[in-house]
């Protein structure tokens, strides 16, 4: 049941009982008190008359005082029999009629601004879970609650800069939310104030590497040397150094890292058969022959987020390539801080993408090209796909997954190999 009209209910049930346990004693009937008023003053008369008679015959008074003093007692009694008493109960009624009517108006309206002033009706409403998105892990963290979680962590460290612990978190939350800029700027902030550290330095290496379009190349490898020169067996160091030496062809360097990777993972495992596969193709690469693309290598940190996938420059896998352009129409909608997402997929398959670039949405049109060396997961790649399709995306929140107002245009199916492919954005994501 929707818990909106179970916790309005209940309130509504729970209203009425307080109203009727207020109300009742105002509204009930009552007994008129009037005659019993009445019969006590005349009793309280008889008592004095009788009094009167009892000291005129005794001698103590007079027959003209008597007759004086019963004279003032009927006039007494009379100006009391006199006050109506029918008045008084109407006026009583009318003041319990008015009490209960004030009541009934003002208490559940008084209750419910107390309770919009200083309740949270919106806790009432569970939020929506959010969509699953296809192909993409981390779909769960669009949650609005844990985007507003992380921005409130974002906001404490702007009021707190010199918590390094705190860049970190941040970095690694920006990191699952596939927001790598931000992600890297954080882990920038924290290795000013926290001393070196292979799990640091990986992590750094691993966002800027995610803002290169999954190229390991240039800044990302610089970190990882360090990382392995501060601590030789982080397991997440030694995989993304492999898949480094992959991707600049270093086969030699790269088997020799996975290998050593290998004795930190349990021996038969999954992870440990990955590694001999990707070995086994790395000796193929090695020998000249044609090599399909290498995902990272198992993410063994417990903590840490995966290794990015990455593989080696192979020439001889066909990729595809063209320019990406805006809908003039569109145009107007690109913010500059938005994120642009080039990616090719599989029009048989699922929808993970075969190969992605990330980009600044400033810089379209924008030419790309898209290989084997951007894949996401072993033996899922361009060079093995029969067709792709290749698609763009702006991205407002500059998250993966595809969010309301995001901008996208796609291509029909073409070859693996195909060049000068031309898309269009000109949709705008429901």
Known sequence: MNSLPLFWSIAFVVALCVLAALVWPLVRQRKDSAPDDEAAATAVFRDHKRQLDAEFAAGTLSAAERDAAQDE?????????????????????????????????????SAALLYVVLGNPAAVTAPA????????????????????????????????????????????????LGRYDESAAAFAEAAKRMPE?????????????????????????????????????????????????????????????????????????EESQKIDEVVAELNVARKGASMPALAAAPATAP???????????????????????????????????????????????????????????????????????????????????KTVVVEARVSKSGNAAPQSGDLRGSTAPVKPGADKIRVVIDQVVP
């Open 197 to 269: 550290s292979a799990g640091l330095l990986t992590d750094q290496a691993e966002a800027i590497a995610m803002v290169q379009g999954r190229s390991l190349a240039g800044r990302p490898a610089q970190l990882l040397t360090r990382a392995l020169a501060l601590d030789p067996d982080y397991p997440k160091a030694i995989a993304m150094s492999a898949a480094a030496s992959a991707e600049r062809g270093d086969f030699d360097g790269a088997i020799a890292l996975y290998t050593r990777l290998k004795t930190h993972v349990p021996a038969g495992g």
């Open 73 to 109: 007692l009927v006039a007494r009694f009379g100006t009391e029999l006199a006050v109506a008493p029918a008045d008084v109960s109407r006026a009583s009624e009318r003041s319990r009629w008015i009490a209960a009517i004030a009541l009934v108006a003002l208490l559940p309206a």
């Open 129 to 176: 879970a959010p969509a699953e998105v296809a192909g993409h892990p981390d779909a769960a963290n669009t949650d609005p609650q844990i985007i507003a979680m992380i921005d409130r962590l974002a906001e404490k460290m702007k009021a707190n800069p010199e918590d390094g612990k705190g860049w970190i978190l941040l970095g690694r939350s920006y990191l699952k």
């Open 303 to 385: 903590s840490g987020p995966a290794a990015p996938a990455a593989a080696p420059s192979v020439a001889t896998a066909p990729g595809v390539s063209g320019r990406v352009e805006i809908d003039p129409k569109l145009a107007a909608k690109v913010a500059p801080g938005d994120t642009l997402f080039i990616f090719a997929r599989d029009p048989e398959g699922g929808r993970m993408p075969l190969a992605v670039m990330r980009g600044a949405a400033s810089e379209l049109p924008k030419s790309f090209a898209l290989t084997d060396a951007m894949a996401m997961a072993p033996n899922v790649t361009i060079s093995r796909a």
